[in-house]
């Protein structure tokens, strides 16, 4: 008899199991098809195109060739100086001229090398910050336009890592003629704010 009242009590549990499968299924199914009719609109973007390409790049990258270029030339110019020493540095060793001389040209050959060596690194580290920083700026205004064009297109979902994709969905283009907008917008402004 206790085997009985065992049984009824899994039996009672087994059907409570299945029903709640039974109704989550069911609910799921309507579910999947309620979302198979409303179209959700997939567009892909390739945003390393996007920040190659844009004139916001180009607009940041002619901010740091015009920052740096004296640096450059600088360093350019101290390593000409480095090169006339060490070849005046060879003719005095091959002529076998003083040896006081000679000292005092290395002693100034490894004084030029060690401050453009450090001068060099900073220019390098402060070059480093500063294209991050123009990249960061750069991709913010991307991002931006990927979703202000979505909105404009009404599109649901864009996908930025892909394989393949048609014409159809890719939103590269747009998204490019709209970065392109907003810098004619901006040189506007600014023309406009410079006429004033």
Do not use: C
Not at 105 to 116: A, C, G, N, P, Q
Not at 134 to 150: M, P, S, Y
């Amino acid at each position: 008899m206790q085997k009985d009242s065992n049984y009824k009590i899994k039996s009672k549990g087994y059907k409570q199991t299945l029903f709640i499968f039974f109704a989550f299924f069911l609910l799921t199914t309507i579910h999947i098809k309620a979302l198979a009719n409303d179209s959700v609109s997939v567009g892909v973007v390739n945003v390393t195109f996007l920040m190659e390409n844009s004139p916001q790049s180009e607009i940041a990258s002619d901010k740091l060739k015009s920052k740096f270029s004296p640096q450059e030339k600088k360093l350019a110019a101290e390593l000409e100086e480095i090169n006339a020493i060490e070849l005046e540095l060879n003719e005095i060793k091959t002529a076998k001229k003083s040896l006081t001389l000679q000292r005092q040209k290395e002693r100034e050959l490894r004084t030029l090398k060690r401050v453009r060596s450090r001068a060099l690194q900073d220019f390098r580290e402060e070059l480093r910050f500063a294209r991050d920083l123009a990249l960061d700026e750069v991709q913010k205004e991307v991002f931006k336009a990927i979703a202000e064009v979505r909105k404009q297109q009404n599109i649901d979902i864009i996908l930025q890592d892909y394989v393949s994709a048609s014409k159809k969905v890719d939103i590269t283009p747009a998204v490019l003629e709209y970065l392109q907008q907003k810098v004619g917008e901006s040189t506007e402004t600014n023309a406009s704010t410079t006429k004033n």
